[in-house]
């Protein structure tokens, strides 16, 4: 694995994964911005999460609700109040800070000073105005979690698919939060995606569940190649816990900073739906809520055993995209020495997750025979959905090989004169990971491609 954020920032920035956001004015605190590469191995971590989560159960739905909202949503999840950082201001070197982390002693973080402020809150939503008219009225927020928008739609999927308990809503999706202090490159940012899931149960039946997600959780991120030892459980009790939740486990990686939170997994018990129903008072809610006063649904379900309406509990695994990533390359970032004693750089991607699955390059650029068969290769491999598929035609191999290690590339594929002169087209077919060198028959090469790639 990475040992420093700097060689992984470093590598991201020379092959074409993360830029700095607003880079040529100078930068944008807080925002990045996913180039070539970038793109394709978020786009392989959302889809391999969409997978487990909506395709392989029977019990979930999927959702994409708006990142604008009416502020009413806000209003009754407990954000306006409370979706607050502590924050203090140094008066030594002026620098404002997020206090968490300051229980006991409270020294600036940037020049070691303690002569501070006391800690304030600070909201983290981003306040914009809605419409041409800006006044009191116009203003709403820029979503802080996709969550809110699963729990407004409940009653809407409820209908529309005639689910009962247990079941569960994905989302997928851009979430805004104004941090006071952005930090470990894409660690913490202003403007993030989450993969969250709602799943609605009995109460009563919801510590059961949330055991059962915290496990199926671990054992997803296990999937993408992070390791055992670099995984923990934090048992997030009193204090800490948020507004909504009555138990949190954060699931732990260790992040070249140290080990931080990848992923939170609440039990929100029945205080979101609980929340944003109408007639609050007909449900003997477990959760304290706010007085609705502008909701026009009951986001509650009939109980067909005992026939009345109730509102479920919620377990809710929320997990960072860009904090995924980060951990998914800092486990795939490996330097190896080679026996001739030069080393190599190589991202050791699971491979359903490498942003290039196949790279094909002609040995000799100029050659026609040699280039359409690498380019009628390229199309054949395209055709199998399995994701990007590179024709590469620089006439440096060795360089190739070099480069694709480096992002990670599962299988280089080589045409060369013997493709062309003899029978059966072999092309030279490259491991990533062991750099054996394999001949196989160009009619068998999709084969052996989806071979690599399903199994
Ligand atoms: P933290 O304590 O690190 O601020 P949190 O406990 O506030 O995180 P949650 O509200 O539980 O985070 O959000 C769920 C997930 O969303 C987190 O586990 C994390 O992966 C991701 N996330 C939250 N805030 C950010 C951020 N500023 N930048 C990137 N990812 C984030």
Known sequence: PAKTMDELVSLCKRRGFIFQGSEIYGGMQGAYDYGPLGIELKNNLKA????????????????????????????YSGHEDTFTDPMVDCHECKSRMRADHMKDIKVCDNCGSTNVTEPRDFNLMFKTNVGPMVNEESYTYLRPETAQGIFTNFKNVVDSTSRTLPFGIAQIGKSFRNEITPRNFIFRVREFEQMELEFFCKPGEDEKWHEFWVGARKQWWLDQGLSEENIEFEYVTGDDLAHYSKSTVDILYKFPHGFEELEGVANRTDYDLGSHT??????????????NEHSTAKLAIRDLEENKWEVPFCIEPSAGLDRGLLAVMTEAYTEEELPNGSTRTVLKFKPHLAPIKVAIMPLKKNKPEIVALAKELKNKLQKLGLGRILYENTGNVGKGYRRHDEVGTPICVTVDFDSIEQEGAPVTVRDRDTMEQIVVPAAELPAYVINYFIN
């Open 48 to 75: 391999a999460w969409w997978r487990s989560m909506v395709y392989e159960r029977d019990d979930v739905e999927g959702l994409d609700a708006a990142i604008i909202q009416n502020k009413h949503v806000y209003k």
């Open 278 to 291: 109408k007639a609050q008072e007909e449900f003997g809610l477990s959760a304290k809520v706010k007085k």
